[in-house]
């Protein structure tokens, strides 16, 4: 019997499995110390029960890594293929100059890897910690040790500064200043006319923006006023009233709002109304109360037919209700299913005023710097009246480097996130190069060992030989 504290995974199976394979060696090696087994057949017998207790654990060890990594099956991944990297492929012919796209209904969190394009969203163990925390604080969410970040549920403001020119998606999209462009199979491009360049100049000043660690909205709303030299009010939050609910109990204590299901594993529903302002793209917020009652919850938003599935603990808090020209009513539906109760910060609509953010916009394009991109290198023509401070979307690393018409010229991180440096006036030719620090000193060391290596090879038989000389001296002296 297990305790309380046991390993799951030691069971009686794999118990009795080893119990069996240790027999079996004891066996084996017994028959043939005594010689009921030839050397020959013991060798034979032990290779096939060493390839045995190989397959019975490769076959543990899969089965786990699926039921612990939930793995798709393998179609999930090929039948979209060519839809995806049809469309990623229009979207790189259509471009000579660096952009970043995002599938708004991805196979993967790696899609940007399998498919070739530049992306935010990504799932790996090798990443850049200090960006993503930013991009975090930004509202792409990315929590803890930052394993992932994720693009979904964020806002226009986000878009246009992380350089998202393009979507994909298979619902059709309504978020402002995108177009269709585009459409392969059940899939459609989307082009964003608002997406920055890489890089942008921007007022000395922008180094010392207010970036508030739990306010991403606040954050967006300096970034991009810091950027753009303005003092626009973007946001604003909307009531919401609940029209319906089902399979759902609501209990509200001033600051959370707790949904209980009624009827144990079903879907949780409630439908809710909002008055949208003219010229705004709505959003609805859902902050979780407590990440850790997540599990592997999912929400689902519908509004006017388009309906959209993401997992509330990975993915960002904004859910996209649309774009809306003149003061609207609208009702929408959310669908929360995974847990039997589930709680968030009062749910509440958020709109951006889309008008201000695209003055912001224009005035930060003004000032953007397009910058041709190399496998490991990045470089510009940037010209200025007065000195100013270039902000990139490039994460900072110590291994970039930095010149300036020809010159080495210091990097700073901006927010600790993003590659940044002080340009001064005039007409500048700049270049980014990145060499992972500490590689060429581990090359150096490399070739130095390698040469020590083939130094001993060659001394040390003459080493030997020396040695045997002078002990057949000693013999015959004796």
């Known amino acids: 019997l297990k305790g309380a504290d ?38 034979l017998l032990m290779l096939v029960f060493v390839c045995g207790e190989m397959a019975v654990n490769t076959s543990g060890m899969l089965r786990g890594i699926l039921d612990d990594w939930n793995y798709a099956s393998r179609s999930l991944y090929t039948e979209p293929y060519d839809d995806i990297r049809t469309l990623v492929t229009q979207a790189n012919e259509a471009n000579d100059t660096f952009f970043r796209l995002e599938n708004l209904d991805p196979v993967s969190s790696n899609d940007s890897i399998n498919y070739g394009y530049s992306g935010v969203s990504m799932f790996s163990s090798i990443r850049n910690r200090n960006s993503s925390s930013y991009l975090d604080q930004l509202g792409f969410r990315s929590r803890g040790t930052n394993l992932n970040i994720r693009y979904l549920n964020n806002t226009l403001l986000m878009d246009a500064f992380t350089g998202i020119k393009y979507n994909i998606s298979k619902q059709n999209l309504t978020k402002y200043g995108f177009e269709r462009v ?34 991403n909205l606040t954050s967006q709303t300096n970034l991009i006023n810091g950027l753009a030299n303005a003092n626009y009010t973007y946001f604003s939050f909307q009531p919401i009233t609940v029209i319906h609910t089902e399979n759902t109990d609501i209990s509200d204590d001033g600051m959370y709002t707790k949904l209980t299901e009624q009827t144990f594993n079903e879907a949780k529903e409630v439908i809710w109304q ?205």
């Open 6 to 43: 046991s390993y799951d995974y030691v069971t009686i199976t794999s118990f009795a499995l080893t119990i069996v394979f240790l027999i079996l060696y004891l066996l084996c090696i017994s028959f043939g110390q005594v010689g009921l087994l030839t050397q020959k057949r013991v060798s």
């Open 182 to 215: 585009g459409e392969s199979g059940a899939y459609k491009l989307y082009e964003n006319k608002n997406a920055l360049p890489l890089a942008f100049l921007a007022d000395p000043t922008i180094k010392d923006i207010e970036q508030p660690a739990n306010d």
């Open 274 to 478: 909002v008055e949208v302002p003219a010229h705004t793209q709505a959003y609805l917020s859902l902050y979780p109360a407590n990440f850790g009652e997540l599990d592997s919850s999912s929400a689902t938003v519908t509004v006017n037919g388009i309906k959209r599935e993401t997992q509330i603990s990975i993915n960002g808090q904004y859910y996209d209700l649309g774009t809306f020209d003149e003061a609207t009513t609208v009702q929408f539906t959310a669908s929360f299913y995974g847990t039997d109760e589930i709680s968030f910060q009062n749910p509440q609509v958020v709109t951006l005023d889309n008008q201000a953010y695209q003055s912001a916009i224009n005035a930060i394009q003004e000032r953007g710097v397009e910058m041709t991109v190399g496998k490991r290198s990045a470089e510009a023509e940037i010209t200025t009246d007065t000195e100013q401070q270039l902000v990139t979307t490039i994460p900072y690393d110590k291994g970039w480097s930095a010149t300036l018409d020809g010159e080495s010229v210091p990097i700073t991180a901006f927010q600790d996130g993003f590659i940044s440096m002080t340009i001064p006036s005039g007409t500048h030719q700049l270049k980014l190069t990145y060499l992972p620090q500490g590689f060429l000193p581990g090359v150096c060391l490399f070739f130095v060992c390698i040469a020590l290596f083939i130094l001993f090879l060659w001394l040390y038989p003459k080493y030997l030989s020396r040695r045997a000389q002078a002990l057949e001296i000693d013999d015959s002296e004796k």
